[in-house]
């Protein structure tokens, strides 16, 4: 049985303070324990006391060694004594290096029973979780020392049924005990239900008379059903429940809810629960192995101390791992097949931790380089809201150099005046319509524009280049500014898929002159006279050095700007080609290669 406080009485470390000899948690000793009746022994002070005994440091006289003497306080129904007696029984044939061996079994001259053991001295794994002054590596060795204890308890048909940290100890010297066998069953021993029908169980950690058999927080689900049934499985998600609290730093079942919890089920995964720690995935995995609803479903002692030992070792159970990471990968895999948006990152985060977890898995890495180079055919929020970001960014940067190509025009505009005019107000019109132009794109360059904006934007250069050509013609200068729109437009993000549309507008917007001077409507530009084509104005004049200067230059501002145009969509394409290459040649790196000899 279990002790009331957090020392186990069945074996406990001895207290240097002498007063404790006489007093523990601030109880008299029995009378029994300060005036013992027991042959041979001299009985020195308590160590601890639980539910139905007392353990008292005693000392063989006979051979002359000290001992911790486990026997009934109170009455003694004979239930009570034969479950004492099959405890000590039980123990005492379980001769392991962390299981305490018995000496002597036999009563005082009040007839009552008693037990020798050997006296050992250390703290208890509940002391050592409390402390934070004691590695997390060797509570992960002293666990699974507990657990080949729990294995050869397991291969000699026995049960502990109430493994907590308060009935492990860690000695003085790294030695490790599991303690307290009052719970015990022996598998296939009809004399087990009928010595433990009353049970023990308490909510505050330790173990009394009551209803139920084990601790609260500890017990495995079918534990809390139907104690007299349970096999090893319980064992194993006993010492699951430890794992789990050395892995978060706090109990697998909250305070108030463990029976609850117990019962409707919990968050048996230590990483999720506290994602803040540093906790290993094939220990996190184990967690949740072996704290399983269907016992059936959870390892054995024996595997849960091979996996706790190979990961202590140093290999990390590469074995394991693997098996986990092809876990993972068949999440990966569901996750992307089943076309949701939402779940892609799900996607992304499985398929890394399989790769992470076994860097030789092909499988995985050519997951990851598929989902993170094919677009997805819904996109998920997050990726939205980074590509529109990215789509403002090619909007200012096409706003920057459209602005640069309407001061172009502007200055255009004023060498045209320097070589004379026929219509200062047509002249005038048009610079200012250019000028406002231009101040869109500078907005454009600095914020984001809608569509209708962008749209108010394209008719604007239409409606530009229809005045043009009334400076030169139709057919002179004003088709090469028009291709120079039209690239800058069609670039816009908000204009690519109506990229028919803009072209559309912009070639009505050079014909409709072209077709209102051939009918007469307004006032031509341009004739054919004698295999010639002749091109007028009636806002600038044309003629002289200065006018050909002046188509020289127009003519280089066109090309110019329109290379520049060009060539900012080119260097714009290239860099994100090439950031994909790049981001595939990392990707491409993951991948197991084959060695050459």
């Known amino acids: 049985m279990a002790p009331d406080d957090e020392t186990d009485p069945t074996l406990a470390s001895p207290r240097p303070n002498p007063a404790l000899d006489e007093t523990v948690g601030g109880e008299e000793l029995s009378p029994r324990s300060s005036n013992p009746s027991l042959p041979g022994y001299q009985v020195s002070g308590l160590i601890g006391r639980g539910g139905m005994g007392e353990v008292v440091r005693g000392h063989d006289k006979d051979i002359g060694r000290d001992v911790a003497i486990k026997r009934l306080r109170g009455q003694s129904h004979p239930d009570a004594v034969a479950r004492f007696l099959r405890e000590a029984k039980i123990q005492a044939r379980l001769e392991h290096p962390a299981i305490v061996p018995v000496h002597a079994i036999g009563r005082d001259t009040d007839g009552q029973p008693y037990f020798t053991m050997k006296r050992i001295t250390g ?14 590596q060797k509570l992960l060795r002293a666990l699974a020392d507990a657990c080949r204890a729990v294995q050869f308890a397991h291969s000699r048909r026995v049960v502990h049924r109430d493994i907590k940290p308060a009935n492990i100890m860690v000695g003085d010297f790294g030695e490790v005990y599991l303690l307290d066998w009052g719970l015990a069953r022996v598998l296939d021993d009809a004399e087990t239900a009928h ?38 499985e319980a064992d194993v998600y006993s010492l699951g429940a430890i794992l789990f609290e050395i892995m978060a730093n706090e109990p697998l079942h909250k305070r108030g809810s463990v029976l609850t919890t117990t019962l409707g089920g919990t968050d048996t995964s230590p990483l999720e629960r506290r994602p803040d720690r540093s906790i290993p995935p094939e220990l996190d995995k184990l967690c949740v192995d072996a704290l399983a609803r269907d016992p059936a479903k959870r390892p054995t002692s024996r595997e849960l101390a091979d996996r706790l030992e190979g990961f202590l070792d140093g290999d990390r159970d ?17 996750a992307y097949a089943s076309g949701d948006p939402s779940r892609r990152s799900e996607a992304v985060q499985s398929a890394g931790r399989a790769l992470a977890l076994d860097p030789k898995s092909r499988a995985a890495a050519d997951l990851i380089t598929r989902l993170m180079l094919e677009p997805p055919a819904e996109q998920p929020a997050g990726l939205r809201e980074q590509l529109l970001q990215s789509e403002i960014a090619a909007q200012k940067r096409q706003g920057r150099v459209a602005s640069g190509s309407f001061f172009a025009i502007i200055a ?22 250019t000028i406002l132009l231009a101040s869109a794109a500078f907005v454009v360059s600095r914020r984001k524009m809608s569509s209708r904006e962008i749209l108010i934007v394209t008719l604007g250069n239409a409606a530009l280049v229809a005045m043009l050509s009334r400076m030169f013609g139709s057919l002179l200068l004003v088709p090469g500014v028009t291709c120079v729109m039209m690239l800058s437009l069609t ?9 028919r549309f803009v072209i559309t507008t912009l070639v009505l917007s050079w014909i409709i002159p072209v077709v ?21 104005s009636s806002m600038v004049r044309i003629g002289g050095t200065a006018t050909f200067m002046l188509m020289v230059f127009a003519n280089i501002m066109t090309i110019a700007v329109f290379g520049l145009f060009a060539n900012r969509l080119a260097v714009s394409r290239r860099d994100a080609q090439r950031q994909v290459e790049i981001q595939a040649w990392h990707l491409r ?8 000899v």
């Open 123 to 136: 703290r208890t794994l509940a002391e050592l979780l409390a402390s934070a002054d004691y590695p997390g």
């Open 195 to 232: 010595t433990v029908a009353d049970g023990e169980i308490s909510l505050d950690g330790s173990t009394q008379a009551g209803a139920m058999l084990g601790t609260p927080g500890y017990m495995a689900p079918e534990q809390v059903e139907d104690a007299h049934g349970v096999g090893p």
């Open 318 to 334: 590469l074995e394991a791992r693997r098996r986990i990471a092809a876990l993972e990968l068949e999440d990966a895999h569901a």
């Open 412 to 433: 255009f505009l004023g060498l045209a005046a320097w070589n004379g005019l026929h219509d200062w107000l047509m002249l005038a019109i048009l610079a200012g319509f």
């Open 491 to 499: 670039s816009y993000p908000q204009n690519i898929d109506r990229a």
């Open 516 to 536: 209102l001077e051939w009918l007469g409507i307004l006032t031509p530009t341009w004739r054919v006279v004698d295999n010639a084509i002749i091109s007028t």
């Open 589 to 596: 790196q993951l991948l197991p290669t084959p060695r050459t």
